[in-house]
Structure formats: C-alpha cells, structure tokens
T-cell receptor, first 117, second 114 residues
C-alpha cells in the first residue's frame, strides 16, 4: 500500500529556534494536512492545503506556523520560533480527494516527534 | 462543534478474549465515523469507517464497529484479540462539508496479555 513518509522521526530543538518538519505525500494525492498530538491529548487538526494554498486552519495554526509545497513532492510544516508547548507528535496526511466520500480516506504518516527544550 | 469521547484510556485483555472499545460522539447531524489504529513507530492506519447504510461496519484485521444513533456511539469490537493487536486506537468523527478535517478522541491504549 502507498504510504506517506515523514522525516525526521524525532526532532529536538531549542526554544526559539525554527524547525521544519518534512512530509512526502502519496504521489497522486492533491490534499495535504497536518495534525498534531500533544502527549496525553487528542490528535488535533492544524491545517489543510490544496492547490498551493491553505484551505482551512485551526486556531492553533497561528503566525508562527506556515506550510509549503516547495517542489511538487514535499510538503513542509515550519514553526518559526518554537515554544515549549509546541512539543508534540506531528502527523502529516494526504488524500486524493477533499470530501469524505465512500471510498475516500486519509493516509497518515508515522509522525515526527518534536521536542522543544 | 463536534467532539469525540473515548472513556477508556487503557484497556488490558487476554489473548483470545473479546474486545470492545468505546467511542461516543457529539454532533448535530449524522456524522462520519472512523476508527484508526497506531502501532508503535507507525502512522495512523484506518481500521474502518461509517458513512451511511448498514450500521454494522466490517473493517480490516477482523474488527467491526456498530453505529448506534440513539446512544451516539460507535464502539469497536473484535471477537478474539491477538497479541499483535496491542496498539493505540483512535475514534474520529467527520461531517458533511468538512472535507477531511477530522476530530479525534484521546485514544485507548490496548495491552494484550499472553
């Protein structure tokens, strides 16, 4: 089965530093997402991205966050100045279509564990 | 706004025993419901989903779930658990017009005793 690839699997950074999390979605997919899970809490939607622009974002996704599809294959999440509370598992996901159609599903990557010290 | 509750944070069952993981949702209309599983070091894998029709849904790995509108529940079941089923299980809800934006529960960690 095709898969979404995320790198690195673990990232440690100092508070205030910029960090870029990378994802390679499935090749024919057009819709891309970032979710995150703070330890012990729910998996939360951050942002969706289609046609090189943000489709929707949550209130978590403030000005410190940005997403980009720089080269047609990668999909990145940048945190400009990390805070302690940004420590979480970040999941990338992609889908072929936007809607929750009968045969549609999200494909999730294995996640990047971000630790901000 | 929609929400999902998974009341059991941890569950331990013996291998071969039956399993039921609980999920309750809050949403004004008919939701789309999902169960995902996450094994250590792995991504979220879709087990099954409910959109409409038959309220008993069959999924991969021998799992099934039943949508009960009157109870706002979508419990996951398996008649005989295998040691490889040890993982974290997430219930999620989507809705019409929501695209693929899902609201997740906090997850249930399943431990299987041999």
């Amino acid at each position: 089965e095709p898969e979404v690839t995320q790198t690195p699997s673990h990232q440690v950074t100092q508070m205030g530093q910029e960090v870029i999390l990378r994802c390679v979605p499935i090749s024919n997919h057009l819709y891309f997402y970032w979710y995150r899970q703070i330890l012990g809490q729910k998996v939360e939607f951050l942002v969706s991205f289609y046609n090189n622009e943000i489709s929707e974002k949550s209130e978590i996704f403030d000005d410190q966050f940005s997403v980009e599809r720089p080269d047609g294959s990668n999909f990145t999440l940048k945190i400009r100045s990390t805070k302690l509370e940004d420590s979480a598992m970040y999941f990338c996901a992609s889908s072929e279509d936007r809607g929750l159609a009968t045969n549609e599903k999200l494909f999730f990557g294995s996640g990047t564990q971000l630790s901000v010290l | 706004a929609q929400s999902v509750t998974q009341p059991d944070i941890h569950i331990t069952v013996s291998e071969g025993a039956s399993l039921e993981l609980r999920c309750n949702y809050s949403y004004g209309a008919t939701p789309y419901l999902f169960w995902y599983v996450q094994s250590p070091g792995q991504g979220l894998q879709l087990l099954l989903k409910y959109f409409s029709g038959d309220t008993l849904v069959q999924g991969i790995k021998g799992f099934e779930a039943e949508f009960k509108r009157s109870q706002s529940s979508f419990n996951l079941r398996k008649p005989s658990v295998h040691w490889s089923d040890a993982a974290e299980y997430f219930c999620a809800v989507g809705f019409t017009g929501g695209g693929n934006k899902l609201t997740f529960g906090t997850g249930t960690q399943l431990k299987v005793e041999l």
